[in-house]
């Protein structure tokens, strides 16, 4: 009876390991001005396993820089982050998302104009959704910022 025990209490501890270390990584999507800056900072997160920039929310498919620049195909320039939920959580994304640009500039981040600079966060479910949308009220509240937020809050389309 011991020795069952012994197993069971062995195969459990195992069964465990690998279901902890089977976490599926998840995707999240921001656009906060320039890619390559928001890359850059989302790179060097603990738990950020890739990005990927590039463009979201238009009605071309696979556009060019020089296309999007227009402001004709409704897109912004935006970032893919995969990340491991076990090491860093949706809402530390959005928290580092709302610290590295003004949200409440429309259509513009620092000398860069254009509807493809716009602050938006994306979601893939209503937990997500409901995160951005009480950082956006918690920080709306707090004072920070002199003007409200614009960031869109949007589901997660084509990237």
């Known amino acids: 009876m011991i ?4 197993y069971l209490a062995i195969f459990i501890s195992i069964t465990g390991l690998v279901m902890a270390n089977n976490t599926e990584n998840k995707k999240a999507v921001f656009a906060a001005g320039c890619f390559w800056g928001v890359e850059s900072t989302f790179q060097q997160m603990d738990g950020v ?22 402001g004709l195909t409704g897109h912004a320039e935006a970032v893919e982050i995969v990340y491991n ?3 860093v959580t949706f809402e530390k994304l959005v928290d580092t998302f ?4 003004d949200p409440t500039t429309l259509n513009r981040q620092g000398p860069d104009i254009g509807t493809q600079y716009r602050s938006a966060a994306y979601f893939s479910n209503d937990d997500e959704k409901q995160i951005i949308e ?12 002199t003007s409200k937020i614009v960031t869109e809050i ?6």
């Open 98 to 101: 709302f610290e590295l640009h």
């Open 49 to 70: 396993k890739s990005t990927t920039v590039g463009y979201i929310g238009g009605k071309v498919k696979n556009p060019s820089y020089e296309l999007v620049c227009t």
């Open 3 to 6: 020795r069952i025990k012994t």
């Open 154 to 159: 949007e589901a997660i389309s084509d990237f």
């Open 134 to 145: 009480n950082k956006i009220n918690t920080l709306n509240e707090s004072g920070k910022f």
């Open 85 to 87: 939920p076990n090491e």
